[in-house]
């Protein structure tokens, strides 16, 4: 079992940088492949990015590719979304979920432990 918080979100203006962490609790956090998600007014939550258990496989979304990177210290059980250039569009709910093996980083229906979001909002 795997208990996820999020925090690290805020206004920020375009072309600033921010850092959301994922602090995790419980047992398997090391077993587990971890995703970003976000989640704006009126759109689905949509795949950001996605880390391997041993945080030697790395996964983008093409709008935030080069700018955006995803990383995780399992001696502190923490996943962490360094997000630099940020652009208005980039406003939305953010969201932790951690995986187990099989399937596609991509899809929300493969996670299975969710956090409960952190709000990211971008000024232009």
């Known amino acids: 079992q795997v208990s996820l918080v999020e925090s690290g979100g805020g206004l920020v203006q375009a072309g600033g940088s921010l850092r959301l962490s994922c602090a995790a609790s419980?047992?398997?956090?090391?077993?587990?492949?971890m995703g970003w998600f976000r989640q704006a007014p009126g759109k689905e939550r949509e795949f950001v990015a996605g880390?391997?258990?041993?945080?030697?496989?790395?996964y983008y979304a093409d709008s935030v590719k080069d700018r955006f990177t995803i990383s995780r210290d399992n001696a502190k059980n923490t996943v962490y979304l360094q997000m630099n250039t940020l652009k208005p569009e980039d406003t939305a709910v953010y969201y932790c979920?951690?995986?187990?093996?099989?399937?596609?980083?991509?899809?929300?229906?493969?996670?299975?432990?969710w956090g409960q979001g952190t709000q990211v909002t971008v000024s232009s």
């Open positions: 979920a951690a995986r187990y093996y099989g399937g596609s980083y991509y899809s929300v229906q493969e996670y299975k432990y």
């Open positions: 419980g047992r398997g956090f090391s077993n587990c492949g």
């Open positions: 880390i391997s258990w041993s945080g030697g496989s790395t």
